[in-house]
């Protein structure tokens, strides 16, 4: 019986992580739910929005779903999902972006897949605010080492970008090309600006490319350039790997050319631990209203289904929210071609007719 560690979040994160696990449990496999706090639950109950407690069970458990989780802007709170992939060295972030028939989406047949490194980067929290003792102390040693100007007055942030974790998620997206059937591996940067931070992303990237040669197609391309060529022809892309802030910006923008953020699942993933969790965030001003998307959460969960072996309930679980998107009946209000459609269903009652649908497929929907 798998083992799994359910994190609700909060926000909208407890109505989506409840309609994945009711979806998971209809696909028959019997799970063994260990349920732990993060974020404002845990903060209020235990003052920390992380509990050491949460920590250990994924770490036992190696696999997690988890709700999204509020992060205050410009509070000395840091994020809670950062720590979380920091904590338990989630090393990769996995998202990948189709199209699905009955999505309004600026493009048909979309099927690519983001891998983030999600350890380093911006995203390191190396931040120092602007007037303190310490800033001032960066910035007069910046300025005599670098010889450039910075003004006295400027909060700085800290780019480390390593070999080691660029070889690390490099070589895990050529892995992932491999053993998903993907034929390019596109490395994203900006090497030509952040020469010695992005050069070392690029120079690892084409190195550890060579290893792969003849198997999986390699190229690396600026992110700015990326960005248009995405929105322009986002076909020619399949698996891109980018260093943690690019990767955080592109996987949003992705989810834009299949349709938005309510059909965008994810993994974080690292050396044998797994939590996923679908792209999007606590949108708290939908919370408790029974009103968003389930459909990111339920597809993570299937990329869950996936990693601990159980292919058929995966995609009988993947079937059923094709078939329904597809039918654009029984969906939430984002996926009707009018916002206030009355018609429109709520986040349980969507993950209802996707168990319903799994339980009784349509006839030419049955897999063979
Ligand atoms: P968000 O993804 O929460 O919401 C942005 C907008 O996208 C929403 O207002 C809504 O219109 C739409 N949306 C999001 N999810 C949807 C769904 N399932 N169905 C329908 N529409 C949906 O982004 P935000 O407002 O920038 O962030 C809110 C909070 O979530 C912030 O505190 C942020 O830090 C946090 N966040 C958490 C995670 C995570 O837990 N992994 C990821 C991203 C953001």
């Known amino acids: 019986m798998p083992r799994v560690t359910f994190i609700p979040g909060d926000g909208i994160g407890p109505?989506?992580?409840?309609?994945?696990?009711?979806?998971?449990?209809?696909?028959?496999?019997?799970?063994?739910?260990?349920?732990?706090?993060?974020?404002?639950?845990?903060?209020?109950?235990?003052?920390?929005?992380?509990?050491?407690?949460?920590?250990?069970?994924?770490?036992?458990?190696?696999?997690?779903?988890?709700?999204?989780?509020?992060?205050?802007?410009?509070?000395?709170?840091?994020?809670?999902?950062?720590?979380?992939?920091?904590?338990?060295?989630?090393?990769?972030?996995?998202?990948?972006?189709?199209?699905?028939?009955?999505?309004?989406?600026?493009?048909?047949?979309?099927?690519?897949?983001?891998?983030?490194?999600?350890?380093?980067?911006?995203?390191?929290?190396?931040?120092?605010?602007?007037?303190?003792?310490?800033?001032?102390?960066?910035?007069?040693?910046?300025?005599?080492?670098?010889?450039?100007?910075?003004?006295?007055?400027?909060?700085?942030?800290?780019?480390?970008?390593?070999?080691?974790?660029?070889?690390?998620?490099?070589?895990?997206?050529?892995?992932?090309?491999?053993?998903?059937?993907?034929?390019?591996?596109?490395?994203v940067h900006k090497a030509n600006i952040m020469k010695f931070t992005d050069g070392l992303f690029m120079e690892t990237a084409r190195r550890v490319a060579k290893a792969y040669d003849g198997c999986v197609a390699f190229e690396d391309r600026l992110v700015d350039a990326t960005c248009m060529q995405l929105v322009l022809k986002p076909k020619e892309f399949d698996v891109l790997v980018l260093p943690n802030l690019y990767g955080d910006i592109l996987s949003d923008l992705c989810a834009g050319l299949v349709g938005g953020?309510?059909?965008?699942?994810?993994?974080?993933?690292?050396d044998g631990v797994a939590v996923f969790e679908a792209v999007h965030g606590s949108a708290p001003k939908y919370a408790g209203l029974n009103k968003v998307n389930p459909t990111a959460m339920i597809l993570s969960g299937v990329m869950l289904l996936r990693h601990i072996g159980e292919a058929d309930a995966a995609d009988r679980l993947e079937t059923a929210v094709e078939s329904i998107l597809r039918e654009g009946r029984s969906v939430t209000y984002d996926l009707k071609t009018e916002r206030n459609d009355p018609t429109a269903v709520g986040t349980k009652e969507m993950a209802d007719a996707i168990i319903a649908r799994m339980r009784s497929p349509r006839r030419d929907e049955t897999l063979s």
């Not at 953020?261 to 690292?270: E, S, T």
Request: glycine share 8%; hydrophobic share 40%.
């Open 15 to 187: 109505e989506v992580a409840w309609a994945a696990r009711h979806c998971l449990d209809a696909t028959g496999v019997r799970f063994h739910w260990e349920e732990q706090l993060a974020g404002e639950g845990a903060l209020k109950q235990f003052n920390t929005p992380l509990p050491p407690q949460t920590l250990e069970s994924v770490r036992k458990n190696r696999v997690a779903i988890k709700g999204p989780i509020t992060t205050p802007i410009g509070t000395g709170f840091r994020s809670v999902n950062v720590a979380l992939r920091r904590e338990l060295n989630l090393f990769a972030c996995v998202r990948p972006c189709r199209t699905f028939a009955g999505v309004r989406s600026p493009f048909q047949s979309v099927d690519l897949v983001i891998v983030r490194e999600n350890t380093e980067d911006l995203y390191a929290g190396i931040e120092f605010a602007a007037g303190e003792l310490a800033t001032t102390q960066l910035i007069m040693q910046l300025t005599t080492l670098s010889k450039q100007p910075i003004q006295p007055d400027a909060a700085i942030s800290i780019k480390p970008i390593s070999t080691t974790a660029s070889e690390r998620i490099v070589r895990f997206a050529f892995d992932y090309a491999l053993g998903h059937g993907r034929k390019k591996v596109t490395a």
């Open 261 to 270: 953020l309510g059909v965008a699942p994810g993994a974080n993933i690292g």
